[in-house]
């Protein structure tokens, strides 16, 4: 027989034990490993109840639970969630590069709490099931997608399409962090990585069941090779931003071209750094460009004879055109545009080509940031007061900044605006600039007969002035002053005046003001944002 140590239970010797004895033992642990599995099972599902009882006492504590019905929280819940919060976004398409870091930009959904359904559903079981069964709060989402969240982003991404049903989900996925991040290598090696990267990204987005739920899509520095593959493949898509940084564009081939002829639901589109366009030219009423070819800014313009809207910001004038301009010369009638932004870094001769072929019958609002003429050429300028005499009566807002009026005569160009209710001016840094804009607006000798410039203005807005302490500004109190009488004399019309400036009001300059008031002249004076409380018309008996 053999022998055991008595230390640690092991034979002396190196020979097999009994094998009845080893069945013996290998049937006990049999039974014991048996007997786990029974206790793991009673525990997981003692787990379970403890959970549910947990959530029923959560529940019949919970004030919600006991006062809210579902209908009403769900109705709460897509107030919370932003339902569309992307349209009002897509306008400054620049802004979707320039914007850096994340933080600073107006886009910013972290701020408000990102995927805010997925927070609501995380609070009780009772609020997953009603945020869950609310497609509505599930139709926009926004990613700052990173190579290491690639995968989660994916699931999120599906998460979110398929908790919408078949309500029109909107989608933003932002790469610009990742772009940073792989910004010295090479462009195209940069691209075909980050294209690898975010392959789960975009297997979500061309999933054929996904694609026929996006209506509004916005990439910001996507892969390159992404803007031939995505956007032509959404039957029902109506809004696109694709904005890529103007570098990344041009390091890449200009065989990559955007063609979006076919794309029947495309009403809106937001492009930067694209070079190669193609759009369903009649279709497009809401459009935005930046950091393009000024030529290609200005035939894209043309060829879109049904725009309501139209933005271009910082034309390049130095790359050339990879297309051919479609109209050289000859007068373009756009008979729906209501809204035009154009904001040139420098003066060409495109934009006096803008000036003299542009017929825009339907303009209500123009903002214009860029300089109008050339102090060396006067031609330019006599085709800039051409292209304002020329706007409809229905043109009355106009958004111009300092650097449009240097060098210009600012009373020919008012002159030249009779119908003008909004006048915005933006960034006149020099107080005498100020001055000499307020000056303008009143009568060179009240004495005599005749209207001010702008007869019907109402709201004067000057934005960006240069600042200081208050006693830099006694001409400008009373240029201001003067203004106000000359208008009151010649004109009914109230006015309502704006400056990000704190005056200091001296009492003599006060009691004048408040005469105004008295003698029944209706007008608002804001500094720095707030409202000057002591200008309110007088109640009379």
């Known amino acids: 027989m053999d022998q055991e140590c008595p230390q640690c239970g092991y034979g002396t010797t190196n020979k097999s034990r009994n094998d009845l004895a ?13 007997r786990v599995r029974v ?27 006991k006062y809210l019905p579902p209908e009403v929280l769900s109705s ?39 995927y805010f359904p997925v927070v609501l559903g995380s609070v009780c079981s009772f609020w997953r099931q009603v945020v869950r069964s609310t497609p509505q709060a599930w139709t926009t989402i926004a990613l700052e997608v990173r190579h290491r969240t690639a995968v989660s982003h994916a699931h999120l991404l599906r998460l979110y399409l398929s908790a919408s049903l078949t309500l029109p989900c909107s989608v933003e996925v932002d790469c610009r962090r990742e772009q940073l991040l792989k910004g010295r290598e090479p462009p195209s090696t940069r691209n075909d990585r980050l294209e690898e990267a975010l392959l789960p990204i975009r297997n979500v987005l061309l999933d054929p069941e996904n694609m026929l739920k996006i209506t509004k899509l916005r990439l910001i520095a996507p892969p390159y090779k992404w803007c031939s593959l995505i956007p032509a493949s959404y039957p029902r898509l109506q809004s696109l931003s694709l904005a890529h940084w103007p570098s990344q564009a041009r390091g890449q081939s200009t065989s990559l071209e955007l063609d979006l002829r076919d794309s029947r639901c495309l009403t809106h589109c937001y492009l930067t750094g694209i070079i190669n366009i193609t759009l369903p030219w009649s279709q497009i009423t809401d459009l935005a460009l930046a950091s393009l070819p ?35 010369r000859g007068l373009v009638t756009l008979t729906n545009l209501s809204f035009l932004e154009w904001a040139p870094s420098i003066l060409t001769q495109s934009t006096s080509l803008l000036f003299g072929c542009l017929n825009l019958p339907a303009l209500h609002s123009l903002q214009w940031d860029g300089p109008l003429a050339a102090p060396e050429d006067p031609q330019s300028w006599i085709l800039a007061l051409q292209f304002f005499a020329r706007l409809p009566t229905t043109m009355t807002s106009i958004h111009i900044t300092g650097e449009s009026l240097g060098g210009v005569n600012s009373k020919d160009l008012l002159n030249a605006l009779p119908q003008l209710e909004t006048l915005m001016i933006d960034g ?26 702008l007869p019907v203005l109402r709201t004067l807005d000057l934005k960006d002035c240069s600042g200081g302490p208050p006693s830099r500004f006694e001409k400008l109190r ?64």
Not at 42 to 57: G, H, V, Y
Not at 299 to 326: E, G, M, T, W, Y
Request: hydrophobic share 35%; glycine share 4%; aromatic share 6%.
């Open 478 to 541: 009373a240029c201001l002053i003067k203004m106000l009488c000359d208008r009151y004399l010649r004109s009914d019309l109230g006015l309502c005046v704006k400056i990000n400036l704190q005056l200091g009001w001296l009492d003599d300059e006060v009691d004048d003001l408040l005469e105004l008031v008295r003698n029944g002249y209706e007008f608002e004076l804001w500094e720095s944002g707030k409202r000057v409380e002591w200008i309110r018309p007088t109640k009379t008996d």
């Open 428 to 453: 006149l840094k020099l107080v005498s600039a100020v001055v000499s804009m307020i000056a303008a607006l009143g009568l060179d000798n009240p004495s005599q007969a005749g209207q001010p410039l």
């Open 22 to 34: 080893r069945m013996t033992i290998q049937d006990e642990i049999t039974a014991v490993q048996d």
């Open 76 to 114: 709460i819940f897509q107030f919370a969630c932003s339902l569309d919060e992307l349209t009002k976004l897509y306008t400054n398409v620049d802004s979707l590069i320039q914007s850096w870091p994340r933080g600073t930009d107006p886009s910013n959904w972290e701020t408000n709490g990102p």
């Open 294 to 328: 000024i030529a290609t800014s200005l035939d894209i313009l043309f060829q879109c004879k049904n725009l309501q809207s139209c933005r271009i910001r910082h034309p390049d004038p130095i790359s050339p055109a990879p297309q051919p301009v479609h109209h050289q």
């Open 39 to 65: 206790l793991d099972s009673e525990i997981t599902r003692l787990n379970e109840e403890r959970a549910r009882l947990l959530r029923r006492c959560n529940e019949l504590q919970s004030p919600v639970k």
